[in-house]
Every structure is written in C-alpha cells, then in structure tokens.
C-alpha cells in the first residue's frame, strides 16, 4: 500500500518556488505569511488523509515551519509520521539571490 507523502521543499524556502506559480503566493514573501500558507497546505494534506511529511534542514524553514503546525494543532503523537534527512544546512536567510 503506497502513502500519500507531502515533501516540504517548496513552501520551506523561496528559491524554490517557481515554475509559473509565483502568483498563488501573493505580494507577501516574509517568513509569518509563508508560515501562515504553510500551515494552510499541512491543514488541507492532513484533511486528505496525509500522514507522511518530508522535511530537511536544506528545505530552509520545512522543519521550523511543520513544527509549529504540529504544536498548534490537536494531532495526536505518533499518528503522523516526519522524514527529515541530514546534510547542509540552508544558509540564504531567506533571500532569493544568495550566493
């Protein structure tokens, strides 16, 4: 039996938002708005049965940002399951054009 999973790379940092969906964000690009979108997405992936949710410290806010929809939300521990990975560490500070 396969598993609905929701990877978190692109609503974790701005760079990789692209592909034509620019305008599905809005004007607003800080931290709290992209927080708030986030959330919206975990709420609807969870309403349709998503347990799985992917995240890495290279998806620049992922985990920050799955972590705090866990802790705002009445989920009950161990009914969801998290996947991170190690490796580098997103260092662009949300910023588009870093080095």
Sequence with gaps: ???????????GR???INLGRDEDLGADRSVQALKHRTHA??????AAGVRYFDAARSYGRAEEFLGSWLRSRDI??????VG???G??????WQIDAD
């Design 84 to 86: 991170s990975k190690w």
């Design 41 to 46: 997405v975990l709420d609807a992936a969870h």
């Design 14 to 16: 701005p760079g990789y």
């Design 88 to 93: 580098y560490t997103y260092v662009a500070d």
């Design 76 to 81: 009950e521990p161990g009914s969801v399951t």
């Design 1 to 11: 039996m396969l598993l609905p999973v929701l990877g978190l790379a692109a609503v």
